[in-house]
């Protein structure tokens, strides 16, 4: 059974950092380029960061380049995002996905259907 679970949110005050992990399992990870998304209320999902597989190449929206950096440990199957200099405004559920390999960039705005396997999400709350 594939899983993804996400951990690490909380609530921070602004200017502070989080991260965030995403563990995955039942599913072969190198075959696999994962994504982290994010959902404020009432806003439209986000594409927020994303990590090849194949070469660790890494992409960020523009709202989060240069705060968030994405990560991946093969042996534990587990990528993260370290969250700094978080805002108000990156308050939202976060969530890590996963789609074959190969997609690169273009998970950053790929649709919720477009990922093969989502995770539950976790919740970070900035505080002004």
């Known amino acids: 059974e594939v899983q993804l679970v996400e951990s690490g949110g909380g609530l921070v005050q602004a200017g502070g950092s989080l991260r965030l992990s995403c563990a995955a399992s039942?599913?072969?990870?190198?075959?696999?380029?994962i994504g982290w998304f994010r959902q404020a209320p009432g806003k439209e999902r986000e594409g927020v960061s994303c990590?090849?597989?194949?070469?660790?190449?890494?992409y960020y929206a523009d709202s989060v380049k240069g705060r968030f950096t994405i990560a991946s440990d093969k042996a534990k199957n587990t990528v993260y995002l370290q969250m700094n200099s978080l805002k108000p405004e990156d308050t939202a559920f976060y969530y890590c996905?996963?789609?074959?390999?190969?997609?690169?960039?273009?998970?950053?705005?790929?649709?919720?259907?477009?990922?093969?396997?989502w995770g539950e999400g976790t919740l970070v709350t900035v505080s002004s």
């Open positions: 996905a996963t789609v074959q390999k190969g997609s690169g960039a273009t998970i950053l705005s790929m649709p919720y259907y477009g990922m093969d396997y």
């Open positions: 039942g599913f072969t990870f190198d075959d696999y380029d």
């Open positions: 990590i090849s597989s194949s070469d660790g190449s890494t």
